[in-house]
């Protein structure tokens, strides 16, 4: 086992919702990590099965308990944790999927050669498990590393480090206010986000966390979650993508995330992009419900809209 090092202790946050199924497979895939973490802090969001009386039946000083005390969702969860963490690092994962018994140890080893540097986050790759097939899947994570500056930019672009990857300073968790519980989906792009503007980021590009793909919907598989997180993002950073990408960009992009909202008949969503971003927001509206009509120039046009909006970025990058 690697030597513990006194300049990092690691604490590990996992957000739980009626997962007695499928968390002990996940925290006893911490336990077994070649670099122990400090401490496991299972935070519970209200509960109905008998996740509690699981977790303390591993009577270990380590695995810990926490109740959120009212539902508030993930972000809400992993807060606590941070807040009650005693580690100076903050691992993070989820309540359903695992980590391959080195994780840790690769992460902090990178850490090391950077003499524990609080403004840098390493992230690792990860592969798929489907549960229903017993298969593993290759799963590509962007490449995401280098400085501050490159990474804020890229990040503005697209969703690239999964939460169970990301190991992050307690200290730069608390300079971008923790996280954003508004985010409902596409939680990590808008927390690496804001951790990009004041952290250099590695990427391991080994696939260190396994990914669990359940029957039945979680809410990185709902397509109207998805599509609704997106323009969150969008909306939320709009000033600052405007700021390094231009105006027509964002343009492009709202066009072809209000395209795929008509193209699943989100018409509520559809609804509000158009009302916040189009000064003839009726008209706009007249005119992405007659697209419906026709899907075929529908899936054209999101298909021209997303690759313009790329080929404009590659000349801004």
Known sequence: MMSFDSFISI????????????????????????????EILIVDDCSTDEIESLILSYQN???????????????????LGITRAQGNW???????????????????????????????????NCITYITSQKRYNDFN????????????????????PLFPTILAS?????????LDTNIKSFQEWDTTIR????????????PLFVYHLHEGTTISKNIYAEIKGYYTIRKKFKEEIISEFGKLYFQLDIIWITLRAIEQNF?????????DNFSNHRVWAFFFRSLNRNKSILKLLISASNKTKNILVRTKL
């Open 11 to 38: 604490s590990v946050v996992i957000p739980t919702y009626n997962r007695t199924k499928t968390i002990r497979y996940c925290i006893d895939s911490i336990l077994k990590q070649t670099y122990p973490a400090h």
């Open 61 to 79: 000083p380590k695995v810990k308990f926490l109740p959120l005390g009212f539902k508030g969702g993930a972000q809400a969860a992993r807060n």
């Open 90 to 124: 903050i691992a993070f994962q989820d309540s359903d999927d695992e980590w391959r018994e080195d994780k840790l140890k690769k992460q902090v080893e990178a850490l090391r050669l950077l003499d524990f540097d609080e403004n840098v986050v390493v992230h690792t």
């Open 141 to 160: 994570i962007p490449v995401i590393e280098g400085s501050s500056e490159d990474i804020y930019r890229k990040l503005l672009l697209q969703p690239a």
């Open 170 to 178: 307690k200290k730069a968790l608390e300079r971008i206010n923790l």
């Open 195 to 206: 951790l990009a503007k004041q952290c250099n980021f590695v990427h391991l590009k080994e």
């Open 267 to 275: 018409s509520d969503i559809s609804q509000e992009i158009t009302r």
